[in-house]
């Protein structure tokens, strides 16, 4: 059975894309903060196949270091999901009065993270020709005011993402913009506003499971239009 790595999978998209790969009896190790929510996760997931669930902060050294002997215990990683996030402070602030701390932690999260996670599960990685799948946003090509914290992150990981393809041709590493989604994260950034015309996480997943599913080239892509056949970056 093939094995994914990821992580934020006790809610929104991560959830989904656990749940699907589950359907498909893909063996899954899976971390979030929360213990309680991760654990319902893994219980109904387990129905379907093996999941292993490490509750832990992705900008937690130690914790990281518990997933990738997990993992490195397994022998292969097929697909490495980096998809826990942070959003920043909500509502959100404008650089000229962003808080250093609050911009930091964001960096920590969103970028340095998902590579220190890919440098440690490069042998696992490696010995599968695996997949890396590393979550954007438009908020990363798009000047939105307020977003610069976050955008600045995930603009900085779709450009890791990119370096990291070019330095390992062996893998297939993708930076993939999901689209707006109906989520915690989501209702964070627009704190107040009904967000119930926004798709639900899991219209997302199958857009997304094309580039596990078809591997097209490293690069950026965006859901919106994978879902709509062409795989144009
Ligand atoms: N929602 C959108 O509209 C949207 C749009 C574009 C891109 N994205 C991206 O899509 C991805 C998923 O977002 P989402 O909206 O599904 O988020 P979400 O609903 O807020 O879920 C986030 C998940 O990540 C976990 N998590 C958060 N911080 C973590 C950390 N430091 N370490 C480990 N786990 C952590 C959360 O659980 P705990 O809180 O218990 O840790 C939860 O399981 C993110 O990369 C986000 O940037 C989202």
């Known amino acids: 059975m093939p094995l994914a790595l990821i992580t934020g999978a006790s809610a929104g998209l991560g959830r989904e894309i ?24 893994a219980t109904e997931l387990g129905r379907d196949t093996w999941v292993e669930a490490l509750p832990g902060d992705v900008a937690d050294a130690a914790h990281r270091t518990d997933l990738a002997a ?3 215990s397994l022998g292969e990683l097929d697909l490495l999901v980096n998809n826990a996030s942070e ?42 020709g695996g997949t890396v799948l590393n979550l954007s946003s438009d908020a990363a090509v798009e000047a939105y005011p307020g977003w610069g914290g976050y955008g ?7 450009h890791a993402s990119a370096v990291l393809a ?7 590493v993708y ?29 997302a ?7 596990v599913d078809e591997r097209p080239p490293s690069g950026r892509y965006r859901a919106a239009d994978l879902a709509t056949g062409s795989v144009n970056r």
């Open 18 to 41: 656990a749940r699907a790969l589950a359907a498909r009896r893909w063996s899954l190790v899976l971390d979030a903060r929360t213990p309680g929510p991760l654990r319902a996760a």
């Open 70 to 72: 997990t993992v490195a």
């Open 87 to 128: 959003l920043g402070p909500s509502p959100l602030p404008p650089l000229a009065s962003y808080p250093l701390d609050a911009l930091t932690r964001v960096l920590d999260v969103d970028v340095v993270a998902p590579i220190a996670l890919t440098q440690l599960m490069l042998p696992a990685l490696t010995r599968a």
């Open 152 to 158: 600045a992150a995930k603009a900085a990981l779709d």
């Open 166 to 172: 070019a330095e390992h041709p062996e893998l297939h």
């Open 175 to 203: 930076a993939v913009d999901p689209g707006d989604m109906r989520t915690e994260m989501h209702q964070r950034a627009f704190p107040g506003e009904d967000i119930s015309d926004r798709p639900l996480p899991a219209d």
């Open 205 to 211: 997943v199958p857009a997304l499971l094309r580039l």
